[in-house]
Nanobody
Framework: QVRLVESGGGLVQAGGSLRLSCAAS????????MGWYRQAPGKQRELVAT???????NYADSVKGRFTISRDNVKNTVYLQMNSLKPEDTAVYYC?????????WGQGTQVTVSS
């Protein structure tokens, strides 16, 4: 059974930082494409960042240069370091694990950035 458990969300002022964690079980993050997505109220869920088994990364244009996705193979955990946060980054952030054809999602963690 695959479980993805996000943590690290919260309330932060604009310009601040947060680090999200996604602890995985039942799926090995080092050999799968893992990602972070977000969904703001009234909007569709959108890609934030992904990391492949070869550590290639991809970012949404809106977060390039501010967010960094990484993973710890020993802890089987994926991280999203978020710096220079903006109010428009406010959303529920979801961890996604890809083991095609299956895709797995965490329950999400709320990030709120105040102006």
């Amino acid at each position: 059974q695959v479980r993805l458990v996000e943590s690290g969300g919260g309330l932060v002022q604009a310009g601040g930082s947060l680090r999200l964690s996604c602890a995985a079980s039942g799926i090995t993050v080092s050999i799968r494409t893992m990602g972070w997505y977000r969904q703001a109220p009234g909007k569709q869920r959108e890609l934030v960042a992904t990391i492949t088994s070869g550590r290639s990364t991809n970012y949404a244009d809106s977060v390039k240069g501010r967010f960094t996705i990484s993973r710890d193979n020993v802890k089987n955990t994926v991280y999203l370091q978020m710096n220079s946060l903006k109010p428009e980054d406010t959303a529920v952030y979801y961890c996604r694990g890809q083991d095609l054809p299956r895709v797995y999602w965490g329950q999400g963690t709320q990030v709120t950035v105040s102006s």
